[in-house]
């Protein structure tokens, strides 16, 4: 697909195709905008899932396992 896009975590912008290795970015997204919103996006995910009870690893442990 040739409109994709990647947050580059080394230089903090966003990238097409041709940028850094993978490794060092977020993507593909199918917009700038998007890619641009990537670690917003991150932020967003984590925080949901450090609030989701089914996935609430610091709960004490009723020992029932």
């Known amino acids: ?3 994709e896009f990647w947050f ?3 230089h903090h912008t966003v ?3 041709e940028g850094c290795r993978n490794a060092d970015r ?3 997204y199918p917009t700038e905008a998007e890619a ?3 670690l917003d996006k991150v932020a967003e995910r984590n925080d949901s ?3 989701d009870p089914d996935w ?3 709960a004490s442990s009723d020992g029932d396992d």
Do not use: V
């Open 56 to 58: 609430n690893d610091d």
């Open 49 to 51: 899932w450090e609030n």
């Open 1 to 3: 697909m040739d409109n």
């Open 36 to 38: 641009a919103r990537a």
């Open 8 to 10: 580059c975590l080394k």
């Open 15 to 17: 990238e097409p195709r």
């Open 26 to 28: 977020l993507g593909p």
